[in-house]
């Protein structure tokens, strides 16, 4: 099973800054068979990046993936007040089991 | 619009069985993979199985020995059943799309509901 470790835990920025979420993977991710999600509180989790840098149906141009083997990064140039919640990482490049990061929460400062 | 919705017990006794249906509306539940994730309150998703419409399945197998999926195309709905139930199996579960047959993260998401395992 591949184990997903995001950081940081928490980032507290200010609407406008950069925000940079990282993903670091047990093994090497296939094919770059990773997503992000965010979710917000008492909502399910939308997706937003899927083969590590592909933009899901929706999701602003201020977000973007980036990344291959063990190492991912999901960058949101200038955060916007929406932008805040919980974002997860999930792995989908090996047999199952489909794994997820334990999350990262950005906090408005 | 995709839609999908969870339906069933809110509350569950232990050794029980967890039984949730899913109905997609707004799209034929055909030519697609449907999952289970399940997040106990205050933590991260797990995911725990998924079901083909032609009715192949794959579950976690750390959860293999309990849980089952099924589809039901008449009703465009699938299942899971979870037998042996503890408290840690309290959680939200949400069923969601599987995005393509190469792409396996969760494009459509239910809105939820919480399984409470108590006595």
């Known amino acids: 099973e591949i184990v997903l470790t995001q950081s940081p835990g928490t980032l507290s920025l200010s609407p406008g800054e950069r925000a940079t979420l990282s993903c670091r993977a047990s093994?090497?991710?296939?094919?770059?068979?990773l997503a992000w999600y965010q979710q917000k509180p008492g909502q399910a989790p939308r997706l937003l990046i899927f083969?590590?840098?592909n933009r899901a149906t929706g999701t602003p141009d201020r977000f973007s993936g980036s990344g291959s083997g063990t190492d991912f990064t999901l960058t949101i140039s200038r955060l916007e007040p929406e932008d805040f919640g919980t974002y997860y990482c999930?792995?989908?490049?090996?047999?199952?089991?489909?794994?997820f990061g334990q999350g990262t929460k950005l906090e408005i400062k | 619009q995709v839609q999908l919705q969870e339906s069933g017990p809110g509350l569950v006794k232990p050794s029980e069985t967890l039984s949730l249906t899913c109905t997609v509306s707004?799209?034929?539940?055909?030519?697609?993979?449907w999952s289970w994730i399940r997040q106990p309150p205050g933590k991260g998703l797990e995911w725990l199985g998924y079901?083909?419409?032609?009715?192949?399945?794959n579950y976690s197998p750390s959860l293999k020995s309990r849980v089952t999926i099924s589809v039901d195309t008449s009703k465009n709905q699938f299942s899971l059943n979870m037998t042996s139930v503890t408290a840690a199996d309290t959680a939200v579960y949400y069923c969601?799309?599987?995005?393509?047959?190469?792409?396996?993260?969760?494009?459509?998401w239910g809105q939820g509901t919480l399984v409470t395992v108590s006595s």
């Open positions: 093994q090497r991710i296939s094919s770059s068979y």
């Open positions: 079901v083909i419409y032609s009715g192949s399945t």
């Open positions: 969601a799309r599987v995005k393509s047959a190469w792409h396996h993260c969760f494009d459509y």
């Open positions: 707004g799209g034929s539940i055909s030519h697609y993979y």
């Open positions: 999930q792995q989908y490049g090996s047999s199952p089991p489909y794994t």
């Open positions: 083969g590590a840098s």
